[in-house]
């Protein structure tokens, strides 16, 4: 008899082919073209980002720009109020003084007459002062009593008289007990020596305005490139010097053209110092 062989001995085994396909798994292709498809569209947003980014810059810097020309500038000054009272004569700079300070600090003023005082009182003037800040404040920190004195002096708080005289001297105690830095800044030793002079000179002027102390004034603002007396900014310096001018102006007195060019220039300029366009305008 025949004897058949075990079936399992024949039993073939598959090799795979060499030829056959392979493939790689399916999420490496999907990454693959995740990235390559989203690098166009990254770089599409980026672009987006940046207008958008540039876009806000332009209308900040819009916008800081009209708060520098519509609001009161920010002068490093102590958030205090002012509350002073300034004696001095009828027509004496020191009531502009009071005028730019009320301005300034947005407090109102109120005038009176002392019984020492013999001058007459301009009615126009007073209702011009009354009306500073009218509309902003509640709040009375700038008193004007007119007296016979030949110099201005001033009580700092109610009560306590400071033995302070002279438009320099007050603004120089104001500038550094309300903290006007950016006015006079003690910390710039040239700049403070500059204004230090100036007020020198404006203090001669206020006691006596001449011809020759005017001319003066005019050669300086002349050989200077500053619309200012000292540096590129207002200083105490000016403020006094626009009061003084002012003071001529109101009084129907001749000043020469290049310092009412000056006047008439910084009176545009600073929030605080536009007050005397009530004043100086139609003189």
Same mark, same amino acid.
């Given at each position: 008899m025949y004897a058949a062989p075990k079936i399992y001995q024949d039993i073939v085994v598959a090799t795979p082919s060499i030829n056959m396909y392979s493939m790689r798994p399916i999420h490496d292709d999907v990454t693959a073209n995740m990235t390559s498809s989203s690098a166009g569209d990254v770089t599409d947003l980026e672009r987006r980002q940046d207008k958008c980014l540039a876009d806000m810059e332009q209308l900040q810097a819009r916008l800081n720009k009209i708060e520098v020309d519509c609001a009161p500038p920010s002068t490093g000054a102590t958030s205090g109020k002012v509350d002073i009272v300034i004696g001095c004569g009828v027509g004496s700079p020191a009531v502009?003084?009071?005028?730019?300070?009320?301005?300034?600090? !947005?407090?109102?003023? #109120? &005038?009176?007459?002392?019984?020492? !005082?013999?001058?007459? &009182?301009?009615?126009?003037?007073? !209702? #011009?002062?009354? #009306? &500073? !800040?009218?509309?902003e404040s509640e709040v009375t920190g700038v008193n004007i009593i007119y007296k016979d004195t030949s110099a201005a002096y001033f009580v700092d708080k109610p009560g306590r008289q400071v033995p302070v005289f002279g438009l320099s001297n007050i603004l120089r105690y104001l500038a550094r007990s309300q903290g006007y830095t950016a006015l006079y800044n003690e910390g710039n030793l040239a700049v403070a020596a500059a204004i230090d002079e100036m007020l020198a000179m404006v203090d001669s002027l206020e006691m006596k305005s001449t011809a020759q102390m005017l001319n003066e004034f005019v050669k300086i603002i002349s050989s200077s490139s500053s619309t200012y007396l000292c540096g590129d900014t207002l200083s105490i310096a000016d403020i006094a010097l626009c009061c003084c001018l002012t003071a001529s102006v109101v009084s129907g007195g001749q000043i020469p053209r290049v310092l009412r060019e000056y006047l008439d220039t910084v009176a545009r300029g600073e929030y605080e110092m536009r007050v005397l366009k009530a004043f100086i305008n139609g003189n």
């Open positions: 502009f003084l009071g005028a730019i300070l009320a301005r300034k600090s !947005n407090t109102l003023i #109120k &005038v009176f007459s002392h019984s020492s !005082n013999t001058a007459s &009182v301009d009615s126009g003037i007073t !209702n #011009k002062l009354l #009306k &500073v !800040n009218r509309h």
